[in-house]
């Protein structure tokens, strides 16, 4: 099956953009440069040979032995992890930045939840010279504290938000606001696979090289290909990376797991693709957290970089086709995998990637033991240690 | 012609801009944004921008976004809003374009949207994240239901931009001044008005000027080039610090009145 693109910058009914005039004309020059830089083999040795040397691509892939035991089916690790910076995240940067250089643009800006799409970015501005703004939710300055001294240690100015939710959403939002003010100077480095087309085209296609290693290190280690491939769902960047290597392979279900807060009858939870509604948020269409009337509903996650009520509008399309599927699990869960592939694995997970790992069980039963699943390990977890022992604590 | 036209052709024949004035709709409360615009009107100006209310206007600066906050605390939604024009249609013949983003449009359902602003005496839309190519869904009823669409052009708008919006607006064209959000300083109000007088001229349609336009100095130097003039964030900060629903009808009253006079054209 090919990838479902009738026209560009949709995925079916999904996608487009919904933004200011003003931004109209930058998108369109973002569009002609990703696609010049894609014709310039120039272009993509310099990106391939940064990934490498510098990320320490490619990644391992690796069989989780005693996670294996305690689920059933084989699991594999695409060890994003291991990238510079500790995240997916960094993929996306350095290719976004070169190709910013590459437009001539003279300053970066970016929003950010976790904090490891800002400190992924003003990593990427360190190495190639150029000033970096990142906008970060006033309630993620508090909770993801390490990633903020990072930022500012790696030059970057962080500008705390304090308006709505304070957090991913209203971070965005103010990026946008900046974009609009200062777009013929500025590069707005999106960290996700949602925005305005061609944002969910070009961050899907720099997180690719994920799938793309993960596939071949799986016929080369395992033999075969996995028979489910899965990945925690923020906006929706390291599932969109890791599926796009599978998404032909009728064979591999891909699965998507979002997060449930405290339960998605609670209302609580930042789980739009289970429990949201299509609507427009950021550029794009999609699925989305909203009131009966249109007004978007704050997101709630123990994990920053999942509470956002938006998603990218490549899985809503895939939602709707049936060629994902996608499930959520609540904080209290995402935090017991935590701790299980702490103790199993010996990997301190992020708190995001730590729902793709809740969602194993249910994952085990559908394809049962005798099987292989690859997860995506998004990211170290680092910087959740602050958040974690305090939720620890609380319930002990 | 609709009344949106009519307003500018009358302003036009009488050698002044057309003075627009926006009201974020339900700030403090629906009551007394129906009081507002009648004030606004009757102070002098011609066209009324009702605001809708959405929860991340991210083309708005601090502002606009407090006023939207407080109208959606007061519990504010687009059905009460056609309630309010209804009430206002009422009161005064004034033209209404509904202001806002795509988001509370599209979950009221584009054509149930169009098919009752034509029935409570709204005249039109302006949707600001809603850019020419992705706009048929609500254009295309509300052109055939007899409201404008009114689309708009950045600084950043090259030529076929510019031809395409043309193309899509059934009245006005709205021309943003500057690169920015709402309220913003405009850097160089004088040179931005003069190209949007140039474009006006070619074009063949009215333009009115907008962002960044706060004082009658700033409505008089737009006056000189265009049809229309646009002023927004300097009625919703003096609505947001009037200590009551009196004073801010009339400190509103005061500031359009003012406004009106710095339309003229001498
Ligand atoms: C480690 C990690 N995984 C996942 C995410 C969620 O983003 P996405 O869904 O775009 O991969 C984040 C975002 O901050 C992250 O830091």
């Known amino acids: ?396 | 012609m609709g009344r949106i036209a009519d307003a500018f052709a009358k302003a036009k024949k009488e050698n002044r801009a057309a003075l627009v004035i926006y009201v974020c709709a339900g700030d403090p409360d629906l009551r007394t944004t129906e009081d507002l615009v009648v004030a606004a009107a009757e102070s002098g100006a011609d066209v009324i921008e009702l605001g809708v209310p959405f929860s991340d206007p991210t083309a708005d600066g601090p502002a606009i976004q407090r006023a939207s906050e407080r109208s959606l605390a007061a519990g504010t939604t687009l059905a009460k809003v056609l309630d309010t024009i209804g009430a206002i249609r009422r009161r005064t013949n004034v033209p209404i374009l509904l202001f806002g983003y795509y988001n509370p449009i599209l979950s009221y359902g584009e054509q149930k949207l169009v098919e009752e602003t034509a029935a409570r005496g709204a005249d039109g839309f302006l949707v600001v994240d809603l850019p020419p190519e992705e706009s048929d869904g609500l254009r295309l009823p509300a052109i055939e239901k007899g409201l404008d669409f009114v689309p708009l052009i950045a600084p950043t708008s090259d030529r076929d931009r510019v031809t395409e919006a043309a193309a899509a607006a059934t009245s006005f064209l709205y021309y943003v001044s500057m690169t920015g959000v709402t309220g913003s300083k405009a850097t160089d109000l004088a040179s931005a008005s003069e190209r949007a007088g140039a474009l006006q001229r070619e074009l063949n349609r009215p333009i009115a000027i907008g962002f960044g336009v706060k004082t009658k100095e700033d409505v008089t130097t737009v006056a000189r080039h265009v049809d229309g003039v646009v002023v927004g964030s300097a009625v919703v900060r003096v609505i947001e610090e009037a200590e009551s629903s009196a004073a801010a009808l009339s400190a509103v009253r005061t500031l359009v009145a003012e406004l009106a006079a710095g339309a003229r054209r001498q």
């Open chain 1, 1 to 396: 099956m090919q990838t479902p693109e009738p026209a560009p910058g949709r995925y079916g009914p999904y996608g487009g953009r919904y933004v200011a005039e003003t931004l109209m004309p930058a998108l369109d020059e973002l569009t002609r440069a990703y696609e010049e830089s894609q014709r310039d083999p120039a272009f993509q040795a310099e990106l391939d040979s940064l990934l490498h040397h510098y990320a320490g691509r490619p990644t391992p892939t690796y069989f989780a032995s005693r996670l294996t035991e305690e689920v059933g089916p084989r699991i594999w690790l695409k060890r994003e992890d291991l990238c510079h910076t500790g995240a997916h995240k960094v993929n996306n940067t350095i290719g976004q930045i070169l190709l910013a250089k590459r437009m001539g643009k003279t300053r970066i800006i970016a929003e950010t939840g976790a904090g490891q799409h800002g400190v992924a970015t003003a990593t990427s501005c360190a190495l190639m010279g150029l000033p970096c703004e990142v906008y970060m939710g006033a309630e993620d300055v508090r909770r993801q504290a390490p990633n903020v001294r990072r930022m500012e240690l790696l030059g970057a100015e962080v500008h705390s938000v304090k308006s709505g939710s304070a957090t991913l959403k209203d971070a965005m939002n103010e990026a946008l606001r900046d974009w609009v003010t200062n777009v013929r100077t500025t590069h707005y480095c999106v960290g996700s696979v949602a925005g305005p087309h061609p944002y969910p085209l070009i961050v899907r296609d720099f997180q690719a090289v994920i799938g793309k290693e993960a596939r071949a290190q799986m016929i080369e280690q395992a033999g075969k290909l996995p028979d489910a491939v899965v990945a925690c769902v923020g906006g929706g960047s390291n599932a969109m990376g890791i599926f796009a290597g599978f998404i032909d392979d009728e064979s591999v279900r891909l699965i998507g797991v979002e997060a449930a807060g405290d339960g998605i009858a609670t209302g609580r939870h930042a789980a739009p693709l289970c429990a949201g509604g299509v609507g427009v948020l950021h550029g794009a269409k999609s699925y989305v957290l909203q009131t009966a009337d249109g007004q978007i509903v704050e997101a709630h996650s123990i994990s920053a970089g999942l509470d956002y009520p938006g998603v990218g509008p490549e899985h809503a399309w895939l939602k709707d086709i049936g060629r994902a599927t996608y499930g959520a699990v609540t904080d209290a869960q995402a935090l017991d995998a935590f701790q299980q592939l702490c103790r199993t694995e010996g990997i301190i997970p992020a708190l995001e990637t730590s729902h793709a790992f809740a969602y194993l069980p249910t994952v085990a039963k559908e394809v049962g033991d005798d099987a292989d699943i690859l997860v995506c390990l998004s990211g170290r977890g680092d910087k959740d240690l602050d958040t974690v022992l305090a939720q620890l604590k609380s319930r002990s």
